[in-house]
T-cell receptor
Framework: DTGVSQNPRHKITKRGQNVTFRCDPI?????LYWYRQTLGQGPEFLTY????????KSRLLSDRFSAERPKGSFSTLEIQRTEQGDSAMYLC?????????????FGDGTRLSIL | DAKTTQPTSMDCAEGRAANLPCNHS???????VYWYRQIHSQGPQYIIH???NNETNEMASLIITEDRKSSTLILPHATLRDTAVYYC??????????????FGTGTLLAVQP
């Protein structure tokens, strides 16, 4: 399968702990996006990379959140000092930089539960 | 980006066509219409997109009205596996922009046996 891969699929942790998620995009895609989805809502944009450059961050991305894409391939999203409100599905998507209307393709997400 | 309006939920009988409407009356000339769906516990799945012409692929057909103020996603022969939340998103593409997707709450399509 050559789709977007996210690991782990599920993460349960205690409040105050740090967590890190990984996203491997479709190999030829140079654009990468992170979204967050809470129960009953559609996904909300968090941040965007073109190659290794982080070009936009949402106001939803507090100082406790950091995302990297060091070599322009896989990306990581770290949450420090987790809070109850961080419980959500974290989704990664990628797209190519061909024509501007190229669709984003999503992974199946990492579901984070904060105890 | 233009706002979209979709019904909260719809039912469809298995084997029949599912027609999912989307209103985007404030759409502008450079905005595309995208459809995604999300099956429980999975990430959103891209279905189809279009600008002004009708589009068809192996999954669905997209019919866009001539004035572009509304569109309909058609699943020609719905199966139980098509039960999902369907999102209609309108997005313009501008050079140098992020082109992030803005999701609403979508339409929950329930295919009935």
């Amino acid at each position: 399968d050559t789709g977007v891969s996210q690991n782990p699929r599920h993460k349960i942790t205690k409040r105050g702990q740090n967590v890190t998620f990984r996203c491997d995009p479709i190999s030829e895609h140079n654009r990468l996006y992170w979204y967050r989805q809470t129960l009953g809502q559609g996904p909300e944009f968090l941040t965007y990379f073109q190659n290794e450059a982080q070009l936009e961050k949402s106001r939803l991305l507090s100082d406790r959140f950091s995302a990297e894409r060091p070599k322009g391939s896989f990306s990581t999203l770290e949450i420090q000092r987790t809070e109850q409100g961080d419980s959500a599905m974290y989704l990664c998507a990628s797209s190519s930089s061909g024509a501007n209307n190229q669709p984003q393709h999503f992974g199946d997400g990492t579901r984070l539960s904060i105890l | 980006d233009a706002k979209t309006t979709q019904p909260t939920s719809m039912d469809c009988a298995e084997g029949r066509a599912a027609n999912l409407p989307c209103n985007h009356s404030t759409i502008s000339g450079n905005e595309y219409v995208y459809w995604y769906r999300q099956i429980h516990s999975q990430g959103p799945q891209y279905i189809i997109h279009g600008l002004k012409n009708n589009e068809t692929n192996e999954m669905a057909s997209l019919i866009i009205t001539e004035d572009r103020k509304s569109s309909t996603l058609i699943l020609p022969h719905a199966t139980l596996r098509d039960t999902a939340v369907y999102y209609c998103i309108v997005r313009a593409f501008r050079g140098g922009a992020t082109n992030k997707l803005i999701f609403g709450t979508g339409t929950l399509l329930a295919v009935q046996p």
